[in-house]
């Protein structure tokens, strides 16, 4: 896989048919579907578990405003990934072109689906740091996999699209 | 101007306009001044309310560059202090990112959240 930026678009070539499918996964897996942990790290309280009202409130007016914020973002991400759905041989690699412009719709989406799994497998803070775990041989290591492969195109389109750097924590 | 001294000071911006508004006995064999007009200040609903806090919470998944990001553009940060909050988050478990009035806060949580991060209102106790 090779990813750069070219002008007002990031690139994302030689994309082999595994990647690929991890791509397309994304909009799917912001979906937190039976997981109510999921659900809950989406949805978060605004406030101490104490204040009742407050978080009532919240939930009539400004949880369905967030809903609508995050689904927006996933879409704008589906259509641009309807580019690995072509018509093109299945195995061969494949280029995906993203504007500048729906970088913020990327990130968004990146990040409800990196905290979905993580919400669904509940990934110990050793697991998430351990970012050369191989090989995959279960379904959580694929799971921890993708959070790591979604975390490294955040990473790119903050550097490369909003310009954010790299940030030391020592 | 000399009687607008001895009225004292309204403490509102403008004073000299408001102070020639304040009324002035003015019968035809008085020509003394009325008893001053002392002007208090009144505290806005607003300011009575005790400060809110913005707090973020930790969160293993959220990239530090993201965290970053986020508060630079919620709270139009400059990135040498967006990025001290984010370590202190990252180290301490939580930040506080501003206080103030609670409408205010409020807004500040509602983006937060639309930004997938942990963010609660807390008063000030």
Known sequence: ?170 | MRSQARRGRAGVAGSERVADSIPIATGPARATLADPTIETETKTEESLDLPWQVIVHNDPINLMTYVTMVFQRVFGYPREKAERHMLEVHQKGRSILWAGVRERAELYVQQLHGYLLLATLEKVE
């Not at chain 1, 009202?53 to 689904?71: D, G, H, I, N, T």
């Not at chain 1, 299945?90 to 913020?104: C, E, K, M, S, Y």
């Open chain 1, 1 to 170: 896989m090779d990813i750069c930026r070219r002008n007002d678009e990031l690139e994302i070539s030689e994309l082999d048919p595994f990647l690929a499918e991890l791509l397309r996964q994304i909009p799917a897996s912001t979906n937190p579907e039976e997981s109510v942990s999921a659900e809950q790290r989406l949805f978060s309280r605004p406030a101490a578990e104490g204040e009742k009202e407050s978080c009532a409130e919240w939930k009539l007016y400004v949880e369905p405003e967030l809903r609508k914020l995050f689904r927006t973002a996933t879409e704008t991400v589906a259509a641009d990934l309807q580019q690995l759905n072509g018509n093109e041989r299945t195995f061969a690699n494949r280029t995906l072109r993203i504007p500048a412009g729906h970088a913020d719709a990327w990130l968004s989406a990146l990040n409800q689906a990196r905290l979905v799994i993580a919400a669904k497998y509940n990934f110990t803070d050793s697991e998430l740091c351990d970012h050369y775990r191989s090989p995959i041989g279960s379904r959580r290591d694929l799971s921890l996999f993708q959070v790591n492969f979604y975390g490294f195109l955040q990473e790119f389109i903050l550097r490369e699209i909003i310009g954010c750097g790299e940030t030391r924590a020592d």
